[in-house]
């Protein structure tokens, strides 16, 4: 079965650091760039970070850069999303997403794109 799982969410406080990690079904895995979200209450789903199928490529929306990074490993099917420098306005659920994006490119950033979605994990930074 198609799926996307994730795990490592939590509440750390504000300056402190967490891993997500995202594992998806093999056919998922081989064959698209994926992603992380966020949704806090009241907000917009907004775009975290996408990887390239190959991983050669990322991307990032502006208020993450420079504190986050995605990544992927082939050999446990796995996306990370290290986080550091956590901010209390980093507070939201975290989804992890798959998208036939066009040659598996990093390129896609509005949900509508992604094909695939994980249940969501809880991310609680304290000030």
């Known amino acids: 079965q198609e799926s996307l799982v994730e795990s490592g969410g939590g509440l750390v406080q504000a300056g402190g650091s967490l891993r997500l990690s995202c594992t998806a079904s093999?056919?998922?895995?081989?064959?698209?760039?994926m992603g992380w979200f966020r949704q806090a209450p009241g907000k917009v789903r907004e775009f975290v970070a996408v990887i390239s199928r190959s991983g050669s490529t990322t991307n990032y929306a502006d208020s993450v850069k420079g504190r986050f990074a995605i990544s992927r490993d082939s050999a446990k099917n796995t996306v990370y999303l290290q986080m550091n420098s956590l901010k209390p306005e980093d507070t939201a659920v975290y989804y992890c997403?798959?998208?036939?994006?066009?040659?598996?490119?990093?390129?896609?950033?509005?949900?509508?794109?992604?094909?695939?979605w994980g249940q969501g994990t809880q991310v609680t930074v304290s000030s």
């Open positions: 997403a798959a998208a036939y994006s066009v040659a598996g490119s990093a390129t896609v950033t509005s949900p509508e794109h992604f094909n695939y």
């Open positions: 093999g056919r998922i895995y081989s064959n698209t760039a």
